[in-house]
C-alpha cells in the first residue's frame, strides 16, 4: 500500500469548508485515493474516492493533484456532526497480492467547533 | 440505504472461552472483510474472504480465528479460545467487487469484551 501522510489534528469552524490534505506521494499509476472517517469508535464509514480527476457526492469534494502525489478532502459546510478522526487511504491495487485490504493510520483528528 | 449489520454490538465473554461474532453484508456484495481496533489504536486488517476461501489474512489472524460464511447472507468470525488481548471492537466490511474501485462499506461493529 502506498504511504499517506495526514496532519495529526485540524480545527473547524461550525458552517465553514473544511480541508483537510493527505500526502500520498509514493502512489502508482493505477491506486485509488479513498477517504474514510470514524465517528468515535463507530465503524469507518466511506466518504469519497478518486483516481485522477476530482471527485464530488452529497457528503465531499475530493481534489488530487495533477501529478496525484496529494489530495484534499473538502467538507463544504462543516457541522459539529463532522467532527471526527479522517483517514486518507491508498489500497494496494487489487490483482496483485493484495486483496483491497484498507490499512489505517493514524488520520486526522478535526474538530468542528462552534 | 443498505448497510452492513452486526451482532451483537457488545459480547462478554470469559477468557478461554470460544465466541462468534456474526455479520449481514449488503446483499449484492462478494466480498467480505473483518478488522478489529482495540481501544485506542489504530484499525486492523484482520481477513478478507471472497468465494467461501480467505483471500488475504494478516498475522493477527491466527489458528485462533475462522472465517466462514454458513448461508447466503451471514458472515461470522470465530474466537476459538478467547485471551485477554482480543478484547477489541471487531468491525466487518463488505464490497461489491474486489477493492481497487469499489469501496468497502462497514457496520458498525462488536465490541468484545473478555475477562
Known amino acids: 500500500d502506498a504511504k499517506t501522510t495526514q496532519p495529526p489534528s485540524m480545527d473547524c469552524a461550525e458552517g465553514r469548508a473544511a480541508n483537510l490534505p493527505c500526502n500520498h506521494s509514493?502512489?502508482?499509476?493505477?491506486?485509488?485515493v479513498y477517504w474514510y472517517r470514524q465517528i468515535h469508535s463507530q465503524g469507518p464509514q466511506y466518504i469519497i474516492h478518486?483516481?485522477?480527476n476530482n471527485e464530488t457526492n452529497e457528503m465531499a469534494s475530493l481534489i488530487i493533484t495533477e501529478d496525484r502525489k496529494s489530495s484534499t478532502l473538502i467538507l463544504p459546510h462543516a457541522t459539529l456532526r463532522d467532527t471526527a478522526v479522517y483517514y486518507c487511504?491508498?489500497?494496494?491495487?487489487?490483482?496483485?497480492?493484495?486483496?483491497?485490504?484498507?490499512?489505517f493510520g493514524q488520520g486526522t483528528i478535526l474538530t468542528v467547533h462552534p | 440505504e443498505p448497510e452492513v449489520t452486526q451482532t451483537p454490538s457488545h459480547q462478554v465473554t470469559q477468557m478461554g472461552q470460544e465466541v462468534i461474532l456474526r455479520c449481514v453484508p449488503i446483499?449484492?456484495?462478494?466480498?467480505f472483510y473483518w478488522y478489529r481496533q482495540i481501544l485506542g489504536q489504530k484499525v486492523e486488517f484482520l481477513v478478507s474472504f471472497y468465494n467461501n476461501e480467505i483471500s488475504e489474512k494478516s498475522e493477527i489472524f491466527d489458528d485462533q480465528f475462522s472465517v466462514e460464511r454458513p448461508d447466503g447472507s451471514n458472515f461470522t468470525l470465530k474466537i476459538r479460545s478467547t485471551k485477554l488481548e482480543d478484547s477489541a471492537m471487531y468491525f466487518c466490511?463488505?464490497?461489491?467487487?474486489?477493492?481497487?474501485?469499489?469501496?468497502?462499506?462497514f457496520g458498525d461493529g462488536t465490541r468484545l469484551s473478555i475477562l
Open positions: 487511504i491508498v489500497p494496494g491495487n487489487a490483482g496483485g497480492t493484495s486483496y483491497g485490504k484498507l490499512t
Open positions: 446483499s449484492n456484495h462478494l466480498y
Open positions: 478518486g483516481l485522477k
Open positions: 509514493t502512489i502508482s499509476g493505477n491506486e485509488y
Open positions: 466490511a463488505s464490497s461489491e467487487h474486489q477493492f481497487s474501485n469499489q469501496p468497502q462499506h
